[in-house]
């Protein structure tokens, strides 16, 4: 089993599109309905996977998520701040 952090990028329609960290140019799709019960946009989930390559389960990452979610806000007002 092969186990990924990924960032659940959106919410589009009947999908959860998933984007691979350190590879942002690598996206997975996932059924929304598998994910959208505990996981919201902007969550680094620790994604793992079938060995045939199909979704298994994943799990959102707290404290890594919230880590990034300072990190993103901070960068926000900075630039808010440079006008």
Known sequence: MKSN??????????????????????QKLIERSKLESYAKEGDILD???NPDGTFKEA??????????????????EKLKNKK
């Open 5 to 26: 952090k990924y960032t659940l990028d959106r919410y589009d329609e009947e999908f959860a599109v998933l984007v691979e960290k350190g590879n942002e140019s690598h």
């Open 47 to 49: 994604v793992e996977w």
């Open 59 to 76: 799990s959102v990452l707290e404290t890594e998520t919230e880590e990034r979610r300072v990190q993103v806000t901070a960068l926000i």
